[in-house]
């Protein structure tokens, strides 16, 4: 699988191009030290798969993402010949890299299900 075909669908349409896809466990630990020294790790709940996804997009795009992000919308990356399907966590902070027409943002990833 070739790198143009790392993508951000919305609504089956290209939304646009992964640049980078690090993937993460956002886990809930508490640590305590015990007098004697022992180290004792208790973990709540299960934890989220989550991923930071660097992208690139044109304009329309960028106004694509937000407003899957806005709304709450189930979007899909593919990457590295995996599909994964969730929410955009947080509103992206964009870069211009050509002022009104390609951005890179990081997204923040909530990872509902792999493919």
Excluded: C, H
């Excluded at 630990?29 to 709540?44: A, D, E, N, P």
């Excluded at 870069?95 to 792999?114: D, N, Q, R, V």
Aim: hydrophobic fraction near 35%; glycine fraction near 8%.
């Amino acid at each position: 699988m070739s790198i143009r075909d790392w993508k951000v669908y919305f609504d089956s349409e290209v939304v646009g191009q992964v640049l980078s896809f690090k993937p993460a466990i956002d886990q809930t630990m508490i640590v305590t030290k015990s007098l004697s020294g022992g180290i004792y790790i208790q973990t709540i709940g299960t934890g989220t798969k989550t991923a930071k996804v660097e992208v690139f997009v044109t304009n329309e795009e960028r106004d694509a993402i937000n407003n899957a992000q806005s709304i709450g919308g189930l979007i899909s990356i593919v990457y590295s010949g995996k599909q994964y399907v969730g929410y955009i966590e947080e509103p992206p902070d964009w870069s211009e890299k050509y002022p009104g027409k390609y951005y890179t943002a990081e997204l923040s990833f909530l990872i509902e299900e792999e493919v």
